[in-house]
């Protein structure tokens, strides 16, 4: 006995295709937006009337940034253009993975001589992004985004 295909198996083969194709689309959009970190600035045009200034300003201040992890600290050392320690008037910032903000912290340091430290807890394997946002003790502001690879 043979069974004929007719148009209700069609329909229902149709309808539960579309149903599969659409359920993984709302579960992936719903997945973009839960997990999206937000914007950087609220006006990127109002950001940029300044940008050139506030670049050549941080870079002749010539620090280079380095961040590490280790036992459960976030060590951020700040060296001149003579590789000596750079002592700031603030430091602040968000460290956090670079595609959500469900781990976002923002680390309180404090200068031990050679590095600002912070406690950060036990950091999970992978990248993790520290925005720093420092003040020269002259005033200028100094802003940048320091990669951390965590191996565990």
Not at 58 to 71: C, F, P, R, S, V
Not at 89 to 97: A, F, V
Not at 102 to 115: E, I, L, V
Not at 143 to 148: F, G, H, L, S, Y
């Amino acid at each position: 006995m043979t069974r004929e295909i007719t148009g209700k198996h069609v329909l229902i083969g149709t309808v539960s295709a579309f149903s599969v194709i659409i359920a993984v689309n709302v579960f992936m959009a719903y997945s973009a937006i839960s997990t999206f970190p937000g914007l950087e600035v609220k006006n990127s045009y109002v950001a940029s009337q300044s940008f050139n200034a506030d670049k050549a300003a941080q870079e002749a201040l010539g620090w280079t940034i380095d961040a590490t992890d280790k036992d459960g600290k976030l060590y951020v050392t700040i060296t001149d253009k003579d590789g000596l320690p750079v002592q700031v008037k603030s430091i602040t910032g968000t460290l956090g993975r670079a595609t959500n903000v469900t781990q976002d912290q923002a680390p309180t340091f404090a200068f031990d001589g050679m590095s600002y430290v912070a406690e950060t807890g036990a950091l999970e394997a992978g990248n993790w992004n520290y925005r720093m946002v420092a003040t020269a003790l002259d005033g200028t502001p100094f802003k940048q985004r320091v990669i951390i690879h965590v191996k565990r």
